[in-house]
């Protein structure tokens, strides 16, 4: 469990990080919490020629209003994002989410961009950022660059992300008056990768929803926005609807089968969150069961 | 968490005012430990020292075609690579067999696999280098060409004519089988007024030890001396072993075992990868260090609880139990592991099942066999998961069928308190149990009625909880019964030497080891009470060979109850002859004096005589003061070992309180109990905390603990990711409750704890899901109880 040699670069400005990316291409990897690359490094999973840690780059690291829009540093660590009020307020989805992000050890090491770079698709960030609506920030040889969440994940472990590029920060609409989240995983420890896991965001009018976007992780080879959640939208919710909802939703997806749950289960607990998802942002005990056929 | 017990009654020469038996006291290497000044094998360096790395198989069964090192041997800092055949030269094959073990057999098993690897994980080839790092880049450099052969995975099919034989010599794949028939089971069945069958399937798990299989091997030549710096739990075995293979006198091999960062029985065998460590330091002639990373921990540790087990029970409509039936099947890997073997798992299984209960007629039948995957063995509780899971799930599902509470049934057929000493069917011999005072206990303390209650309560309301009870009973303090009658140069008899020192203090040189149970903080509390010193005043030393008496170490709940009663047999002859110094000294009579708080005083109104620093300065530098013929010996040696039953059986119950989420599949534990009887207790709180300790391995078999192999023999989650341990934060509180029921074959009373958490609490968490799945009509007998598993019951998915 050592890491095969590898050569090490501390990056004094987002410039030298993007330099060293430009020389070393595939051949270097981005060090940013540690949290995942540091044990791929260790079972020697990967093995890359060099690290450019950005460790150092503090104008990478922060969280800030700016008008509409929340801007959140990619260093900005799992903790830091539980620990602010600016998170609380303008985007409470992921205050909730980050919770659920392993342990306090990790928490106090990993960060965003690092988790979205990274795109486990049964990681929490990536889910949040699509049912966020979010921009992920992006500079690399030709300049900034802002790519919608729902475009920048590709697939297991893929992105957008060149490998010239350096993820630098996402941005995220602040949540408006009438707004709602719900956060719920289904992981065997707390910690734990889920098994399936939901991240929602949802602008309420009268008795029901504006507009809900649903944000499915652990499903399949990346997060997916749920297109089911549009049945869903200006309508009166009934028991019905919310299994034609749950009928199409078991449709849209097309889980991948583990040790942990085969597709067939993953399917059905993605009906289960949805169900609890509508139930809870409605305050509506009787659809918690209807829900689920 | 509450601990509740009662007060143990008089405790003759160990009940005295300043006594620290039955008192929770710090233990004398908490210090040490917390302030990080502890000494693991990862932390002994040595001038020279080599580390070696294995290269693995990635095949469960396949034949070395050849094996090209030339390219490694270039790499930096690689000091030498062996093979299996190389290293042949200097170290012996072993075959894991024991004689009182009827027809077990198993094939020669060598240090670095020869010509064949067995399962995925054997190592192939060794390679020797600077550090960790370096070896790990030469050992992807070996080029090893297989041919892969069929493996052998399913135990369901190991003897099919069809399956290939893992070891032609021996013919077929049956390493083991036994059978047992006591009473008249055909009869009792056919007289039952109701007869239940179930199969009962186990999951493979593992220890997971915080510290992996450690150890440093350093030969040195000039003095033909062989040290061993372990993490074991027997260090006179690993002597023995290390000797036989290496062709070396014991006397030549000095086994020395620091601190250990858990054991639980995976660090109490032979592993080859350690075997080879040592060949390779005699080969080399240089230190060699071995630490098994995580990956190679979860290939090469021992697994266990492989079993699937037909299970049948006849019950009347008063709810007595008529009869047992188990037909027992488990897989072992391809070698019967060494010297302890892989066979008293399955035979633990055949003597425990029904083992709480009065019910005499019980037939069995255990067949072990071999497969291509990782070895198995002992891990702590050694068969009492299974037989208490197979017994308390069949009681269960004959109280369902009668429509009797699970509670009442128990109570209708656990041997009576009164009726010791009796023997089981399979004939294991108890000396005093307590059964119901355990089983009135627990359902005091879980309140019992208000839960269920609240339970029907709940389902009104679509919360679906569950209550689960199991008894059980648990083999501790083994005699030579376990191991020596068979053969196996493995110790059952401690040995405790105690000494006073120029100063009055005590040097205590014990058999017993250490792995984090507290044998330390036991032996002192001992000597310091059968003394009369304070327990800062004992310095207990153990897991040394060159330093402490011939013994067994710590295994098998054993530390206490006999090494524990060799500290005190010791003790009182070091008493009596500071007493009869003392007396001289003091010209006094020895009857006249006693020892308290460090020194001696007169026995009746305890008035102070002389300190024991006084009087050891004067045997130890002014001999030439004490009156003729005094010959003072202040240093004791005893030895203890359990000849009058084999084993000392001591019992327990637990009761677990769960919640089933019936649309997702998941189990909450809300709440667990424990009532076990270990005899004298020495530290409540050591005690505790083993039962505790014990509790969340069962619970992880219960729910989380399972070591995935696919089809072809490959591990397919041997990472702490994918391999799911018990995690504080799924735990629920535990409450444990004592009765305290002697031994009379010591003086000190004590009989073992470390197994009993785990022998009883998947059975108990099992049952109580099964309890919340009563309304659904659907019986699992599966663990671990998953998710997946769970709503496939329901039919959910």
Same mark, same amino acid.
């Given at each position: 469990?050592?890491?095969?040699a ?14 060293l ?7 270097a ?23 450019? @840690?950005?460790?150092e780059? #503090?104008?990478?690291?922060?969280i800030?209003?700016?008008g509409?829009t929340?801007?959140?540093g990619?260093l900005?660590?799992?903790? @830091? ?14 205050a ?12 106090n090491r ?7 770079a ?5 990681s ?9 609506g979010?921009?992920?920030?992006? +500079?690399g040889p ?9 475009d ?12 010239? !590029? ?11 008056r009438?707004s ?13 990768y889920?098994?399936?896991g939901l991240?929602?965001q949802?602008a ?8 809900l976007?649903?944000g ?6 990346k997060?997916?926005? #749920? ?9 009166a919710i ?10 199409a939703l ?7 089968? @583990?040790q942990?749950?085969?597709p ?27 829900g689920?056929? | 968490?509450?601990?509740? +017990? ?12 300043n ?7 710090p233990r004398?290497?908490?210090d040490r430990?917390?302030q ?8 002994i ?14 095949h469960?069964h ?19 690579i ?16 024991l ?37 790990? !880049?030469?050992a ?15 135990? +369901? ?9 893992i070891h ?16 008249a089971? !055909? ?10 069958e179930a ?21 040195n ?6 040290t ?15 000797a036989l ?5 014991e006397?030549?091999?000095r086994?020395?075992c620091?601190?250990?960062?858990g054991s ?8 080859? !990868? ?7 330091t005699?080969?080399?002639?240089r230190?060699?260090?071995f630490?098994?990373d ?16 037909k ?5 009347n409509?008063?709810?007595i139990?008529?009869?047992?039936e188990i037909?027992?099947?488990t ?8 010297p302890?073997?892989?066979a008293?798992?399955?035979?633990q299984?055949?003597?425990?099942v ?8 019980y037939? #069995? ?10 070895v ?6 050694v068969?009492?998961?299974i037989a208490?899971?197979?017994t308390?799930g ?14 009442e049934?128990?109570r +209708?057929?656990?041997?009576? @308190?009164d ?10 011999r108890?000396?005093?149990?307590s059964?119901?005072?355990?089983l009135a206990?627990i359902?005091?303390m879980?309140n ?6 609240e339970?029907a ?11 689960g009870?199991?008894?059980f ?14 053969? #196996?140069?493995i ?28 044998s ?5 509390q ?17 897991g ?9 170490g ?8 006999i090494?524990g ?12 002859n ?6 001289a ?18 026995a009746g109104?305890?008035a102070?005589?002389?300190?024991l ?11 030439d ?12 040696t005893r ?9 000392a ?7 677990a ?7 997702t599949g ?19 709180q ?6 505790r300790?014990?509790?969340v391995?069962g619970?992880?078999?219960a ?19 994918d ?15 004592h009765v ?7 003086e000190?009373?004590?009989k ?11 059975a ?5 899901v099964?309890d ?10 599966e ?10 019951a329901?039919g959910?998915?």
């Open positions: 469990m050592k890491a095969s590898f050569a090490y670069a501390r990056a004094t400005s987002v410039a030298n990080a993007l330099e990316l430009a020389v070393h291409g595939e051949k990897r981005v060090l940013s919490g540690g949290q995942s690359l540091i044990p791929a490094m260790n079972l020697r999973l990967v093995a890359p020629d060099l690290i450019v @840690d950005i460790g780059l #503090a104008e990478l690291r922060g800030a209003v700016r509409e929340l801007v959140i990619a900005t660590r799992h903790a @830091d994002l539980l620990k602010s009020s600016d998170i609380v307020k303008c985007a409470p989805l992921l909730a989410a980050v919770a659920h992000i392993a342990h306090p050890a990790i928490r990993g960060t965003i961009g690092g988790s979205l990274q795109a486990d698709p049964a929490e960030l990536p889910a949040c950022m699509l049912a966020l979010a921009s992920i920030v992006v +500079r030709g300049g900034e660059q802002r790519m919608a969440a729902e920048f994940f590709t697939g297991i472990y893929e992105t957008r992300l060149a490998a010239q !590029d350096l993820l630098v920060a996402v941005e995220l609409p602040l949540a408006r009438g709602a989240h719900f956060f719920q995983e289904f992981a065997r420890r707390h910690g734990d889920a098994i399936v991240a929602a949802a309420l009018q009268g008795e029901g929803f504006a507009d976007r649903l499915y992780f652990s499903v399949g080879d997060p997916v926005l #749920a297109k089911a959640a549009s049945k869903l939208a200006g309508v009934t028991p019905a609807l919310l299994a034609e909802a749950s009928d078991s449709h849209e997806l097309d889980p991948h089968g @583990d942990q749950a085969t067939a289960m993953r399917r059905h607990l993605a009906k289960v969150l949805l169900a609890r998802c509508v139930a809870s942002l409605l305050n509506r005990p009787d659809l918690h069961i209807g689920v056929s | 968490m509450s601990s509740i +017990r009662s007060n143990p009654e008089g405790l003759s020469v160990l009940d005295r005012p006594s620290y038996i039955g008192k929770t006291v004398p290497n908490l430990l917390l990080g000044r502890g000494c693991y094998v990862s932390d360096e040595l001038p020279r020292m080599a580390h070696v790395v294995f290269v693995r198989s990635p469960a396949a034949k070395i075609v050849s094996i090209d090192a030339a390219a490694a041997r270039q790499m930096p800092g690689v000091n030498a062996v093979t299996g055949k190389e290293l042949a030269a200097v170290i012996t094959p072993w075959v894991g067999v004689s009182h073990l009827k027809g077990l057999k198993s094939a020669p098993q060598s240090a670095i696999a020869v010509d064949r690897v067995c399962w995925q994980g054997e190592a192939v080839a060794a390679v020797v280098a600077t550090s960790r790092a370096a070896a790990e !880049d030469a992807e450099c070996v080029a090893v060409e297989y041919q892969a052969l069929e493996a052998v995975t399913d135990m +369901r099919t190991a003897l099919d004519p069809a399956t290939p034989v032609a010599s021996l013919g077929d794949n049956l390493a083991f089988e036994r059978i047992l028939d006591a009473g089971v !055909d009869q009792a069945f056919a007289g039952s007024d109701a007869v239940v199969e009962f399937v186990f999951g493979r798990h593992t220890g997971v030890t915080l510290e992996p299989r450690s150890v440093v091997a350093d030969w030549a000039a003095e033909a001396r062989l061993i710096y372990q993490g074991t739990q027997a260090p006179h075995m690993v002597q023995n072993i290390a293979h290496l062709g070396l006198w006397q030549q091999v086994v020395v620091k601190d250990v960062g639980f029985g995976i660090k109490v065998h032979i592993y080859a !990868d350690e075997m080879a460590t040592y060949a390779l005699k080969l080399l002639r230190p060699i260090k630490v098994a995580r990956v190679e921990s979860f290939n090469t540790d021992i697994h266990a609880r492989d079993h699937r087990c299970g049948k029970i006849g019950v409509r008063d709810g139990i008529t009869a047992f037909d027992d099947l897989g072992i890997g391809p070698y019967s592991m060494y302890r073997t892989s008293i798992e399955a035979n299984v055949v003597n425990l029904g083992g709480p209960y009065t019910c005499k007629n037939r #069995a039948r255990a067949r072990v066999v071999f497969q291509n995957k990782n198995m063995c002992q891990y702590r509780a068969g009492h998961p208490c899971s197979v308390e069949l009681v269960d599902l004959a109280a369902m069928k009668i429509g009797m509470d699970p509670v049934i128990r +209708r057929n656990l041997i009576a @308190d009726a010791y000493p009796c023997a089981s069917p399979s004939g294991l108890f000396e005093q149990l059964h119901h005072a355990s206990k359902v005091e879980m019992y009625q208000a839960l269920r209650a339970q309560e709940l389902r009104k309301r679509g919360v679906h909880r569950g209550i009870v199991a008894s009973i648990e083999v501790t303090n083994p005699s030579a019964a376990f191991y020596g009658v068979g053969g #196996a140069k110790s059952s008899q401690d040995g405790v030497a105690v000494r006073l020192d120029a100063q009055g203090s005590v040097i205590c040189q014990t058999s017993i080891t250490e792995q984090g149970q507290g330390e903080s036991l032996t002192a001992i000597v310091g009470s059968a003394l009369g010193v304070s327990m800062d005043r004992v310095r207990v030393i153990l040394d060979t060159d330093a402490t008496p011939y013994g067994g710590t295994w098998a709940s054993r530390g206490a109850g090494g009663e060799a500290a005190l047999q010791a003790t009182k002859i070091l008493r009596r500071i007493l009869d110094v003392a007396a000294i003091l010209q006094s009579a020895p009857a006249e004096l006693d020892i308290v708080d460090n020194a001696v005083v007169s109104d305890g102070p005589r002389i300190d620093s006084e009087l050891a300065r004067i045997v130890y530098f002014r001999p003061t004490l009156p003729p013929g005094i010959q003072p010996e202040l240093m004791a030895h203890f070992v359990p000849r009058e039953y084999p084993f059986f001591t019992n327990g119950v637990q009761a309180s769960v919640e089933v989420d019936i649309d998941f189990v909450k534990l809300l709440k667990h109990w424990v009532v076990e009887d270990c005899g004298t207790i020495v530290n409540p050591l005690v505790d905390e083993q039962i300790g014990g509790v391995q619970l992880g078999a729910l989380f603990e399972k070591c995935v192999y696919d089809e072809k023999g490959q591990l397919t989650n041997a990472n702490m990711a391999y799911l341990v018990p995690m504080s934060g799924e735990m629920p509180d535990i409450d444990v409750g305290v029921s002697p031994t009379r074959e010591s000190l009373g004590a073992g704890a470390g197994e009993a958490g785990a022998a009883g609490a998947a108990a968490v099992t049952n109580a099964n919340a799945l009563k309304p659904f009509g659907t019986t699992i007998t663990i671990p109880l998953t998710p997946q598993v769970i709503l496939t329901l959910r998915i």
